[in-house]
C-alpha cells in the first residue's frame, strides 16, 4: 500500500505539522499527475513498497514532533479496509488525519465518516462535469462525485476542494463552477507533469532508495 513518505511537512494538512504517506494506485488517468509512478502498474512495480510496520514504529517515534498524518497518492480510497484500519490506528494513539482523494468511491468516505477515522478531506476537483472524462482521461460516472461532494460538505468536517488550473482551463469557468455546487475552490498552480521522482520517494531514514 505505502510506496513513499514525506516525513515533515508543513504544507500538506492545514495548520498541522504532519508526516504525507503516498499509497500507491489511481483509477483515475489525468495527463497532467505529476506522481505518475504511482498512478502507471508498469511504473509502479518499480518502486519499493514500504513496510506498514516500520512505518507505525516511525510514527510513534516521531509523535513529539508530528500533529497529523496526509494520506496521499495515487489514490487512497482504493485501499479500503485496509486504509480504514490504518487511519484508526494513527487516531489511537493521538494523530489528526486528513485524506486526498479523487472523490471516486463515496462509499469508502461514508464508512470513514461513519468510523470516524478522518479528521480532514481534501478532494480535488479537475474540471467541469460535461468535460470531465477528457480531463481525467476516462469516462466515470460522475453521480459518484457528486455524492462525494455531498457527503464532505454535510459531514461537518473541516475540508477542501482544488482544482489545478490546467492549460485550457480557466479560474472563472472553475468559479462558476463552484458557485453552481455550493463549494469554495482553492486554485493550485499547473506545472509540467513529471514522474515521482527519487528525489520524492523518501524512506524512512530519510534516504533514497537504491
Known amino acids: 500500500m505505502w510506496y513513499g513518505i514525506q516525513r515533515t511537512t508543513f504544507v500538506d494538512f492545514p495548520g498541522k505539522i504532519a508526516a504525507t504517506l503516498f499509497t500507491g494506485g489511481c483509477n483515475f488517468r489525468c495527463p497532467w499527475c505529476h506522481n505518475q509512478d504511482l498512478v502507471y502498474p508498469h511504473r509502479l512495480s518499480q518502486l519499493p513498497q514500504l513496510d506498514e510496520e516500520e512505518i507505525k514504529h516511525f510514527l510513534i517515534r516521531r509523535k513529539h514532533l508530528l500533529e497529523g498524518i496526509c494520506i496521499t497518492g495515487g489514490e487512497p480510497t482504493l485501499w479500503g479496509e485496509r486504509l480504514l484500519n490504518f487511519l484508526a490506528w494513527a487516531k489511537s494513539i493521538g494523530y489528526e488525519t486528513k485524506v486526498d482523494t479523487?472523490?471516486?468511491?463515496?462509499?469508502?468516505?461514508?464508512?470513514?465518516?461513519?468510523?470516524?477515522?478522518?479528521?480532514f478531506f481534501a478532494m480535488d476537483i479537475k474540471h467541469p462535469w460535461e468535460t470531465y472524462h477528457h480531463a481525467i482521461g476516462r469516462d466515470y460516472d460522475i453521480h459518484l462525485l457528486k455524492k462525494t461532494i455531498s457527503l464532505i460538505t454535510q459531514s461537518g468536517k473541516p475540508h477542501q476542494f482544488r482544482t489545478t488550473l490546467i492549460p485550457g482551463l480557466s479560474r472563472k469557468t472553475m468559479l462558476t463552477f463552484a458557485q453552481e455546487m455550493n463549494i469554495d475552490l482553492v486554485f493550485q498552480p499547473y506545472r509540467d507533469p513529471h514522474p515521482l521522482g527519487k528525489e520524492e520517494h523518501l524512506s524512512l531514514t530519510g534516504e533514497t532508495p537504491a
Open 102 to 119: 479523487n472523490g471516486s468511491h463515496p462509499e469508502w468516505v461514508e464508512e470513514a465518516l461513519k468510523e470516524d477515522v478522518v479528521d
